[in-house]
């Protein structure tokens, strides 16, 4: 468990795909339309981590560009 991490629903889960993609196919790449990832991205400055837990699980979340 993460000492810092903050809490997503699976309601908000629902209103960010990219997110959600990313939960249910850890570790895995792909590819996400630019301004959906951006959205993401402030979604979770707002909450204020990207070390995120949703149920009884911690995720870390990663953006890579190129």
């Given amino acids: 468990m993460p000492d810092?991490?903050?809490i997503v629903t699976?309601?908000?889960l629902d209103e960010y795909p990219v997110l959600k993609k990313?939960?249910?196919s850890p570790g895995e790449y792909?590819?996400?339309n630019?301004?959906?990832w951006e959205r993401t991205?402030?979604?979770l400055d707002e909450k204020g981590a990207c070390e995120?837990?949703?149920g009884n699980d911690y995720y870390?979340?990663?953006f890579t560009t190129a």
Wanted: no cysteine; glycine share 0%.
């Fill in 30 to 32: 792909f590819s996400a």
């Fill in 4 to 6: 810092e991490f903050v």
């Fill in 22 to 24: 990313a939960i249910e």
């Fill in 52 to 54: 995120i837990k949703i």
């Fill in 34 to 36: 630019p301004d959906e």
């Fill in 60 to 62: 870390i979340i990663f």
């Fill in 10 to 12: 699976e309601e908000e």
């Fill in 41 to 43: 991205i402030d979604f």
